[in-house]
């Protein structure tokens, strides 16, 4: 948020491992999504760990627990 007026939100990509190797944000003028930034943040949290899942990381109960990396056909 280096502009003002300008809202975001982010949420981390974690790999198997559980490390952080990637962020998805989404950013816009705060009259125009201020109303709709905790859904925004929703949404951009359910992306990230619906792909930090692909990657192997897997989600248990509350806690973030580690996973087993997925086998990439050649």
Do not use: C
């Not at 981390?12 to 009259?31: E, Y």
């Not at 125009?32 to 897997?58: M, T």
């Amino acid at each position: 948020e280096w502009e003002p007026g300008l809202v975001a939100a982010s949420a981390p990509v974690r790999g198997f491992r559980g490390d952080v190797v990637a962020a998805l944000n989404v950013s816009g003028p705060k009259f125009r999504l201020g109303p709709r930034l905790p859904y925004a943040g929703q949404v951009v949290k359910h992306a990230a760990d619906e792909l930090s899942a692909q990657l192997g990381w897997r989600l248990g109960g509350d806690q973030h627990q580690l996973g087993v990396a997925p086998e990439i056909p050649a």
